[in-house]
């Protein structure tokens, strides 16, 4: 199995080597040359195996010999064995033929534990083997933080830069990232926005000579292995609810798209999904785009669902590179326009677009709307991205065909929002219990690409 870039000028990578390289050298993304097939029959055997069996189904043909079948079993088995719910993933109705995916029993909070568990797993496991050394840096809106930190804590081979944008995340997820004490993790506090720290991050890996020189290595869901670590649950879940008997749709709460381009990728895959429901909130450039056709970002807006406040949505690149016929040289050029201020999307790639995804997007009162009535109709009490998503989900579902729609954080990493929507304060599990007496250590930074990089050499001793 052999990784190539989305825009088609980078080194072809293994799987381990697209895993520890983050952004292909030509700017773009790594993705799967071929993607392996799962037929009926193996779909319907996932039908009573426990997560861990079926995520070692899914991923095992991904990975083309990266590591051993006993290696990758105990790496799954490290990677969940911390969650809270023995299901990892477990599916609650909402209503007829709706169903909740509970994504938030890792030990963050939030679905990003999933991929990142793994990952550090992953990582480990490479980094022992090779003796190399890596710098992780990431950008986060608030749960990939703190979900790469909790990952990567203290681990010998591994720094952990983390840029957030100052205010603009809960005070939970701030202290989630602030407050480990391990020496390997540097929380960094950048003005501006998600979209500008994410946008840095991209620098320095484009900037060759301090990506060599410090190893850089990423974690967000440029890494073609958090992907494939969220195209599991989309298995898990439908077969729940009857695949491949029957055809699934999910509505997944969106900003950077990385969590849908795993449905995607299970579509591709073989698992019968009719609609990929695509939900945003007020910062709903993908939902005008999947409509209008224009991609032009026009500045994000702070929200209670902060974690979507995204307008660069980096993985809506992946879904371009399939949606213009796998044409490298297309997708740099929507990019190349992207930098300049926006894109239009040809009517061919729209319709292939519109072949697996709808779209919604949902304001800040329907948001709160939606946590007071789900919290007083059926007792779940919705973090607001997923209530985005549940408001969204409830407009696009077709009966007759089951809707999951994909539950991203645990209410307790937003309070004020949801005491603010339903009334009630959810309180944080006992392992994070004392979040609110622990010292916080964190750096400011201005958003400036120099004084980032002098930090992290700084830092590392480059
Ligand atoms: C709680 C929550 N919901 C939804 C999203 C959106 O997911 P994605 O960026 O994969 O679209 C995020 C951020 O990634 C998140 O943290
Ligand atoms: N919402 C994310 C944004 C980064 O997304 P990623 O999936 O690319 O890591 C966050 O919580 O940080």
């Known amino acids: 199995m052999k990784y190539i870039s989305t825009r088609g000028n980078a080194p072809v990578l293994s799987f381990e080597e697209a895993m520890l390289t983050g952004l292909a050298r030509d700017g773009g993304l790594y993705l799967p040359e071929s993607i392996p097939q799962m037929s009926k029959a193996d779909i319907a055997a996932l039908e009573g195996v426990s997560y861990e069996e079926a995520a070692f189904r899914v991923m095992w043909p991904f990975l083309g010999g990266a590591f051993t079948e006993d290696e990758f079993r105990g790496i799954i088995e490290r990677a969940y064995a911390g ?3 023995d299901a990892r993933a477990p599916l609650v109705q909402l209503g007829s033929g709706h169903f909740l995916l509970e994504l938030f029993h890792g030990p963050t909070l939030a679905f990003k534990d999933f991929a990142m568990q793994l990952i550090g797993q992953l990582f480990e496991a490479s980094l022992t083997r090779s003796g190399n050394r890596v710098c992780i840096v990431g950008a986060t809106s608030g749960d990939t933080g703190s979900a790469a930190i909790e990952a990567f804590r203290g681990l010998e081979a591994v720094d952990v830069f983390i840029l957030f944008p100052h205010g603009r995340v809960s005070e939970v997820q701030r202290r989630q990232m602030t407050t480990p004490s391990e020496d390997n993790v540097h929380a960094l506090s950048v003005t501006g926005h998600f979209d500008d720290c994410q946008a840095r991050v991209k620098d320095m890996f484009n900037d060759f000579a301090f990506r060599d020189a410090v190893g850089l290595a990423g974690v967000n869901s440029i890494n073609w292995a958090r992907v494939l670590a969220q195209v599991v649950y989309y298995f898990t879940s439908a077969v729940s609810v009857g695949a491949p008997h029957r055809s699934v749709s999910f509505t997944v709460p969106t900003g950077n798209f990385g ?4 449905g995607y990728i299970a579509k591709r895959m073989g698992l019968p999904i009719d609609r990929l429901v695509v939900a ?5 450039i993908l939902h005008r785009c999947l409509s209008q056709g224009d ?8 929200s209670i ?39 239009k999307v040809s009517q061919g790639a729209l ?3 519109r072949e697996s995804f709808d779209s919604g997007n ?5 948001t709160r709307a939606t946590i ?3 919290w007083n109709g059926t007792g779940e009490l919705l973090c607001p991205h997923s209530a985005v998503g549940v408001k969204v989900a409830e407009e696009h579902h077709a009966p007759g065909t089951p809707m999951i729609t994909l539950a991203t954080a645990h209410p307790a990493k937003f309070p004020d929002a949801v005491e603010e929507a339903s009334g009630l304060r959810p309180p944080l599990p006992s392992h994070m219990a004392d979040l609110y007496d622990r010292s916080e250590r964190v750096t400011r930074v201005e958003n400036d690409l120099t004084a980032i990089e002098d930090i992290i050499k700084d830092r590392t001793g480059h």
């Not at 945003?280 to 709903?284: L, R, S």
């Not at 974690?307 to 016929?325: H, K, P, T, W």
């Open 372 to 374: 007071a009535r789900l």
């Open 351 to 353: 319709e292939a677009l």
């Open 295 to 302: 991609y032009t970002p026009d500045g994000v807006i702070p």
């Open 280 to 284: 945003t909130n007020q910062n709903d």
């Open 83 to 85: 969650f809270a719910h």
């Open 362 to 366: 949902c304001s800040e009162e329907e």
């Open 259 to 262: 969590d849908i381009f795993a």
């Open 305 to 343: 669902s902060p974690s979507m406040d995204i307008q660069v949505s980096s993985n809506f690149e992946r879904a371009l590179y399939y949606a213009y016929g796998e044409d490298g040289n297309a997708v740099g050029q929507l990019m190349d326009e992207l930098k300049a201020g926006g894109f």
